[in-house]
């Protein structure tokens, strides 16, 4: 591990109004993440080179190295490479890209390979020797703070902070780094971009009211000491009333409306 490196990996993203491409927002939250560290940040890129990319370098970057890998590949092999020479002591990304299919499962392909914990939904990163104090965005607009030894790979999200301008001396004199793949890597199997299946969302299960106030609402009552039957039996039931299991005629229900 090297404590002096940053990492943040890099994609193009897309103007949702006139479909350009622009930073990808997410990555672009990370990078302003990164350099609020105080250490050199590294930008990582794995694609086809795009003038956009010199943004990222009016943001701030120390480095920007693009990975040449060819339109279709599978970028993970030649990231999880590239980041296995650096060893970084933190590597930051944004939770989806912005083009494609955009599932979120790339950062974690990424610290399959290399055994790193993934934290996801950072706004704010703190690195003291080997500790990383990592601010979490939780459910109800709360935040969480957690500190982690070791290499860690962080997520960022819309929560993150807000994305720094870009200084356009920096971003037109900065000069990104080729680095070509080993032929190895490219033969390696491609996973990710295997055709996935589609099927119709289920809806999302209600949150489930505190025991109180459910209770007072659906006149439930209290089983002391039940049997395992009749606890099993009340805790399905529960869970059939607040729809968090579904059974056969509701399933063909929901199914039903969303082909609708």
């Known amino acids: 591990m090297n404590p002096e490196v940053v990492v943040v990996l890099l994609s193009i993203g897309r103007n949702p109004v006139s479909g350009r491409p622009r930073r990808a927002q997410r990555d672009a939250r990370a990078v302003s993440i990164a350099i609020g560290t105080g250490k050199p940040v590294i930008g990582v890129h794995a694609g086809e080179q795009q003038d ?7 943001m701030g970057l ?25 060893k970084p002591r933190l590597v930051l990304t944004g939770a989806r890209a912005e083009i494609g299919s955009g599932s979120g499962l790339l950062p974690y392909e990424i610290a399959q390979r290399l ?13 003291r020797g080997e500790t ?16 982690t030894s070791g290499p860690v790979l962080v997520t960022v999200d819309d929560h993150g902070p807000p994305v720094r301008q870009i200084a356009k001396g920096p971003a037109r004199r900065g000069v990104i780094e080729e680095v070509a793949v080993p032929e190895r890597l490219l033969l390696a199997p491609n996973l990710m971009l295997q055709p996935l299946a589609e099927r119709p969302a289920r809806k999302r299960p209600k949150r ?13 009552t209290t ?14 039931n529960f869970m059939r009333s607040e729809r968090i299991l579904l059974d056969s005629a509701q399933e063909a229900s ?7």
């Open 52 to 58: 956009v990319l010199h943004d990222y370098l009016g």
């Open 62 to 86: 120390a480095r920007l190295i693009k990975i040449d890998v060819p339109e279709g590949e599978d970028p993970v092999p030649a990231i999880a490479s590239t980041l296995s020479l650096m």
């Open 115 to 127: 055994a790193l914990p993934v934290v996801p939904q950072i706004v704010s990163a703190t690195l």
């Open 132 to 147: 990383a104090e990592l601010l979490q965005a939780v459910p109800g607009a709360k935040r969480r703070l957690l500190r």
């Open 208 to 220: 489930i009211r505190p025991a109180s106030e459910t209770q007072a609402n659906n006149q439930r």
């Open 223 to 236: 089983l002391t000491n039940p049997d395992a039957e009749a606890a099993a039996h009340a805790i399905l």
């Open 254 to 260: 929901q199914t039903k409306e969303h082909a609708s």
